[in-house]
């Protein structure tokens, strides 16, 4: 794809999962890559592997998205090693699913601080330097229940329709001095976060799937490759489903 060869890239989450398959599809592509999760260490063998293996540079940085030093480190970081963040891809998270009457306001308050502020805390950290650049790309992973609702999801469809309505306003900020915001919201892929999901409801989303099968991260990746790429250059504030057709707008 057009205009990833030698850019920066951070990618939040990025230990397993979608955030792994967008970082390795993205050092595909030519960009190095700022590996990134809670947990992930500096010196993580990923960091060797992904850097042999797509002959890229390759680095790992541990945030923790919920926390703005953390996430304004990750990219000054990122700028003092390697002189610009050129795309960043929000897109840690995690799940605390239960009916609202059975949801502790912790349980709220965390998907609130790990997805929503997650992603502002990126954006906002990032802005000046794409402002200045006068070039980037942001990408946030959002979900199609940020689009339906879903029962049993209260906290995380709110904060994944927020990340919709943050998305579209950072991209009318952000238009005039050529950087590119979109959102991008999975359907039911095969990840850590899926995995343990009981297997009735399982059978029950896959019944929802006109294309009746989860989707391989993979599938998700080369979508965000496009949007981090010139030939998604006039695309803007949009959220691309990537979901087999289970919500068509
Ligand atoms: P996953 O396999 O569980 O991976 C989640 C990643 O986020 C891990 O790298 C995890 O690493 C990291 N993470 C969790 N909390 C974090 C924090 N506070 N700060 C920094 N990193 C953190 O999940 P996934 O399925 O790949 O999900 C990736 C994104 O896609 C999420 O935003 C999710 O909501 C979204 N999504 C997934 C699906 C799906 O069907 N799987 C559908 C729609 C949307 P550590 O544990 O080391 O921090």
Redo the contacts with the bound molecule.
């Keep these: 794809m057009k205009g990833i060869q030698g850019k920066n890239a951070i990618i939040?989450?990025?230990?397993?999962?979608?955030?792994l398959a967008i970082a390795e599809r993205l050092a595909e592509e030519g960009a190095n890559i700022v590996l990134?999760?809670?947990?992930?260490k500096e010196d993580s063998p990923l960091v060797q592997e992904l850097a042999q293996k797509y002959q890229v540079k390759v680095m790992a940085i541990p945030?923790?998205?919920?926390s703005y030093t953390d996430v304004e480190h990750l990219i000054n970081k990122t700028k003092e090693e390697w002189g610009s963040v050129d795309i960043l891809v929000n897109?840690?998270?995690?799940t605390r699913d239960n009916l609202i009457l059975r949801m502790s306001l912790e349980d709220f308050n965390i998907i609130l601080d790990?997805?929503l502020k997650?992603v502002f805390h990126g954006v906002k950290a990032v802005y000046p330097l794409m402002m200045k650049q006068r070039s980037g790309k942001i990408i946030n992973?959002t979900?199609?229940v940020g689009i339906t609702g879903n029962a049993g999801q209260a906290n995380y469809a709110a904060a994944k329709a927020g990340i919709i309505a943050l998305t579209k306003s950072t991209a009318k900020e952000l238009a005039g001095r050529g950087v590119n915001v979109n959102a991008l919201?999975?359907?039911?892929?095969d990840?850590?976060?899926?995995d343990d999901m009981p297997e009735n409801i399982k059978t029950q989303i896959l019944s929802t799937i006109p294309m009746k099968r989860m989707a391989d991260?993979k599938e998700v990746a080369s979508v965000v490759a496009f949007l981090a790429s010139e030939d998604a250059s006039y695309i803007n504030g949009q959220t691309i489903t990537v979901d087999g057709g289970m919500v068509m707008q």
């Excluded at 945030?63 to 919920?66: G, K």
């Excluded at 990840?191 to 899926?194: K, L, V």
């Design positions: 939040t989450g990025s230990s397993r999962g979608i955030g990134s999760s809670s947990s992930l945030a923790d998205v919920s897109n840690a998270g995690i790990v997805h997650g992973i979900s199609v919201a999975p359907g039911f892929i990840t850590a976060m899926t991260p």
